[in-house]
């Protein structure tokens, strides 16, 4: 249920907050008065795109905000949770959309999602429709889902079978299509692997290989600076380790005369055999690098083949490796296809046959539903003015299976007697559509898991006593659902369980729209306005289109 919806800054609103209650909410007003702007906003809501051209005269940025309570929240938080946000704690859902001359944002329970992720939680939040907005009763797949959601039927089972013949048939497409692999082909691909193979490449020895080569290449210049650093540490008549020695000896003749000494000189002795050690590795260094000519060729053959290799089959030797298991898989899926071919024309049979066997369970709990969902939908019909409307559920098979079984739908219509009955996307008239959109809905209210329904003005072209039935239905739903109708009908508006009225008025120079309550006499007045004209006659018929 939609508990709360703020507004501020869209269009005419400069701030509106609205608390809804259960059942059938009913919303009235003059004609421009600013309506439209309570279904613009939880469109927004529901995920729509939205500019700049929303946002109030002389402001930055607008505002909607809604909070939703839901009793059952699984639905949303597994959205929510494929998304990586928290669940609706406690069924609690707050939406928010701002609007800026900047860039827009959208939240849901105060965290930042794509416009993408809010247009899927909105599904599962509103039901909402207007006068021309009944693409989703028109849509064959709508109206099969409908049906599956009468019938109980549920699909999960199905669909992984769908998906897994589906799978297995486009291997089997692919391994046909190797088939047609010519000579050229083949022989390319055999030259590939090859070539791969003889190289008989390990990942990890690259950087190995790349590192002595760089040092075989340097062999010279390295035992040259080796040597060099050796003997700067190391000669007789200069080197750092004698001068330590001459240190060494003078220290000592230090520490006799003066023991206390021995606290400033804690470390030359660990400093003297660090370096003799290094004086001794960096020789030892230089005589490994003494390195066989043929050895470093061997060195330089190697990594000009790595480059070769990378250079023609991928940027390491990691996707070159890669790239020999994808020709060898290729290769093999050529020459052994024969074998291969009939294991899989084997296996998508296998599979056809799962899909056949859970299609044809769903296909009977279907055919099973589709005359008593026609007949509660033509009864609800005849209460909203078709007396002698005729109304059908037609089921095709198909013969390859889709994604939601082997069937077909059409809804059809007839609303006049001795007509034939027609699809209903052939149906001309609003008004009609209006209604028999109303019915199936009232049919499958008990199934319909959306908490909030929206009516914008679909009781349009209809009055009299069919306006009444309208109310009627729309009441009946707001006893399953929370339903919003916002209408310009007095007996549709006086039915609803809670009444709210929009008008315009001036406030310091601005025109704004706003939204109040009315009961009471102001409920009455509304009434009276809205059946065109004052006087008795006219009260009287609004306070009998209040009562019970």
């Not at 929510?80 to 707050?94: H, K, N, R, T």
């Not at 909105?122 to 693409?135: A, K, R, S, Y």
């Not at 059908?392 to 059809?412: K, Y």
């Not at 008990?446 to 009299?464: H, K, R, S, W, Y």
């Amino acid at each position: 249920m939609l508990t709360l919806l703020k507004i501020r800054n869209l269009a005419l609103v400069d701030e509106l907050v609205w608390e809804l209650g259960p059942g059938l909410v009913g919303v009235t007003g003059e004609t421009g008065a600013g309506k439209s702007v309570i279904v613009g906003a939880l469109k927004l809501v529901l995920g729509e795109r939205a500019d700049k051209s929303l946002i109030r005269s002389g402001e930055e940025s607008c505002t909607v905000e809604a909070v939703f309570e839901l009793d059952d929240p699984g639905e949303v938080d597994a959205i929510l949770g494929e998304g990586g946000l928290d669940s609706a704690e406690g069924g609690s859902l707050i939406v928010r959309r701002v609007i800026g001359a900047r860039g827009n944002r959208q939240f849901v329970n105060d965290s930042p999602v794509t416009l993408a992720l809010l247009r899927r939680v909105g599904e599962h939040l509103v039901d909402l429709h207007g006068p021309h907005d009944h693409q989703s009763l028109l849509s064959t797949e709508r109206q099969l889902a409908m049906l599956d959601a009468y019938a109980g039927v549920e699909l999960g089972g199905y669909r992984a079978a769908w998906r897994e013949w589906n799978l297995k048939r486009g291997e089997l497409d692919e391994l046909r299509e190797a088939e047609s692999a010519g000579s050229q082909e083949l022989e390319l691909l055999r030259h590939q692997v090859e070539e791969i193979d003889a190289a008989d490449l390990k990942p990890e020895e690259e950087e190995e290989v790349s590192d002595r080569y760089r040092r075989a290449s340097n062999a010279t210049r390295l035992v040259e600076l080796a040597a060099a650093a050796a003997g700067v540490l190391g000669d007789e008549d200069g080197g750092v380790v004698t001068a330590l020695g001459e240190v060494q000896r003078l220290v000592r003749e230090l520490e006799k005369l003066d023991p206390g000494v021995c606290d400033k000189t804690v470390g030359l002795e660990g400093a003297v055999l660090e370096l003799q050690e290094l004086e001794s590795t960096l020789r030892d260094y230089a005589e490994e690098l003494d390195l066989d000519p043929r050895e470093a060729a061997a060195l330089e053959e190697r990594v000009n083949l790595f480059e070769t290799l990378k250079r023609k089959y991928g940027v390491s030797l990691e996707a070159v490796l890669a790239h020999r298991d994808r020709c060898a898989d290729r290769l093999d899926a050529v020459e052994n296809r024969g074998e291969r071919l009939a294991a899989l024309e084997a296996e998508v049979a296998a599979c056809r046959a799962k899909v056949d066997e859970a299609g044809r369970a769903v296909g009977l709990r279907r055919k099973k539903a589709a005359p008593r969902l026609a007949r509660e939908i033509a009864g609800q019909l005849k209460d909203l003015g078709f007396k002698q409307s005729s109304f059908e559920l037609r089921l095709a098979t198909r013969r390859d299976p889709a994604a939601a079984g082997f069937e077909e739908i059409e809804f059809l219509f007839g609303p006049n007697p001795g007509e034939p009955v027609q699809p209903l996307r052939q149906i001309a008239s609003s008004g009609e559509i209006s209604r028999v959109m109303l019915a199936v809905k009232t049919a499958l209210a008990e199934q319909d898991a959306t908490p909030l329904m929206v009516f914008d003005e679909i009781d349009a072209n209809v009055g009299g006593e069919i306006a009444r039935a309208v109310g009627r239905k729309m009441a009946g739903l707001g006893e399953r659902h929370q339903v919003v109708a916002i209408t310009h009908f007095p007996q549709v508006a006086a039915v609803a369980a809670r009444h709210y009225v929009v008008e315009k008025d001036v406030a310091g120079g601005r025109t704004r729209s706003r939204l109040f309550p009315v009961t009471g006499e102001q409920r009455v007045d509304e009434l009276v306005r809205m059946l065109g004209g004052g006087g008795k006659s006219a009260r009287d018929m609004a306070l009998s289109l209040l009562e019970p």
